[in-house]
């Protein structure tokens, strides 16, 4: 099982191979999120973003791409690859922005030393935050980020748990070949967080959270629903061993025949728990 205590390196290697699949073959953040996003940084002089768990960097990415005037990014994962796709796609729009990259579990995060890094107005977990020790992470937010500090947890599911005709019998196919437990990488099973990110947050420090629901409509091509899978822990090439070759030729005929039937579509609800520092007590 998969549990906020599991180490550092385990998640390396968890995320590190799909590192140029994720970067392919992930949607990003949609543009109202983006929007709701940039309205918590928008009237500060030269804001600066803490990015847990930032993947390939897609939350930084579509910051810099509204123009707020982002000053500095930290952007923090276990992956070194994720990283290293992280820098290549952030170096060529960081404008006057400058980065940090810092591989690190998101509760181990520090910033330097000396004061030189400002404290963050905006603290952002993509799709990441259910991969964490969440209470360790709430409080190490709130030693380090600006007074007055936004934290955003924000994710969409996944094609494992959206429910249509072809992700059901696409999950159906992946049971057939892994067992029926959901997988996190090589050896473990998922396991699912014990308590729901609203009550991580009502227990922290970031108990004023409002919640934001926006539905987005992806339309999938089955080659490109064949490289999302390689980007994941349920479905990763490694899980497969030798038979990925025909599990991925018999997902491509599954997928392909759900298409001609209409485009394969997924209807996913993009959700953003906006938090700030509330006035009771909390756990730390
Ligand atoms: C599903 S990806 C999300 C990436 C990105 N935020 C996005 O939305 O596209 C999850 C990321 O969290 C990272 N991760 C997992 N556990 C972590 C932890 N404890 N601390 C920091 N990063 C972690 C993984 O390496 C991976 O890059």
Known sequence: MIRPDTSAPEQEALFGSGAADYERFRPGVPPPAVQLLASALRSRPDPVLLDLGTGTGQVPRALLAAELGLAHIEAVDVSRPMLDQARDALTPVLGHCTLRLVHAAADAYTPLAGGETRAPHLVTCCRSFHWMDRPAVLAMADRYAAPDAAVAIMGDGSLWTHDADWTRALRELIQRYLGVERRAGTGTAYCEPRRSYE?????????????????????????????????????????????????????????????????????????????RRGGGRSER
Do not use: Q
């Open 199 to 275: 009550e991580d947050l009502a227990a922290s420090a970031w108990s004023d959270v409002t919640e934001h629901r926006f539905p987005v409509d992806r339309v999938w091509a089955p080659k490109d629903v064949i490289g999302y899978l390689r980007s994941t822990s349920f479905a990763a090439p490694e899980l497969f061993g030798e038979r990925h070759a025909a599990f991925e030729a018999e997902a491509r005929r599954l997928l392909d025949a759900h298409a001609s039937g209409g485009p394969l579509t997924e209807h996913a609800v993009f959700t953003v728990l906006l938090a």
